[in-house]
């Protein structure tokens, strides 16, 4: 599954400058990591919901042995959730960073030319200035996973964050 809040960046990457090329594609890099992250924090997710389901699944007439294997499914479906989103975070900071270190960048070469209006200074950041606000949007957001079958958006919708 791919995110489409990275699209706008990387469509906005493409009009970096040749001499910033290595930025340029660290960036690329970088969003490419987060959206792997997305996707695995998705997946991380839908195993969480399975492990959940077995563990309502028990009955009266289930074994311990049972209950136990449903526990450590969902113990193991919690850790990859966890872990999974401390990589997604940190994708996203990178980015961010890279992004911002980007269009730093812009604006020094921009700021070279002394022969420019503002206006016409503004006009050559503006496109650069794109991937740094998605990033930037990307990182204050949470991440959305858009479920295919209701029952599991009702069991999230059950749960409540422990304070």
């Known amino acids: 599954m791919s995110s489409l809040r990275v699209f706008p960046a990387a469509l906005a990457l493409g009009l970096a400058l040749v001499a910033c090329q290595s930025a340029e594609k660290k960036a690329e890099k970088d969003e490419v990591k987060v959206v792997h992250g997305v996707e695995a924090v998705c997946a991380a997710q839908a195993d969480v919901d399975a ?7 028990l009955t ?3 074994t311990v042995a049972d209950a136990q294997q449903a526990g450590d499914k969902l113990k193991g479906a919690l850790s990859a959730l966890n872990k999974a989103e401390g990589q997604l975070e940190k994708a996203e900071v990178k ?3 890279d992004q911002v270190d980007f269009f730093r960048k812009a604006v020094a070469e921009v700021s070279k030319n002394k022969d420019l209006t503002l206006a016409e200074a503004a006009e050559q950041l503006k496109g650069k200035a794109a991937p740094l606000l998605a990033a930037r949007e990307q990182l204050a ?3 959305v996973c ?8 009702d069991a ?3 749960e409540k964050p422990k304070s």
Do not use: F, L, M, W
């Open 51 to 57: 492990a959940v389901e077995q563990v309502n699944g």
């Open 146 to 153: 858009i479920d295919v079958a209701d029952d599991s958006a």
């Open 141 to 143: 957001s949470t991440t």
């Open 156 to 158: 999230k919708a059950d």
């Open 95 to 97: 980015e961010y960073r």
């Open 60 to 62: 009266p007439d289930s």
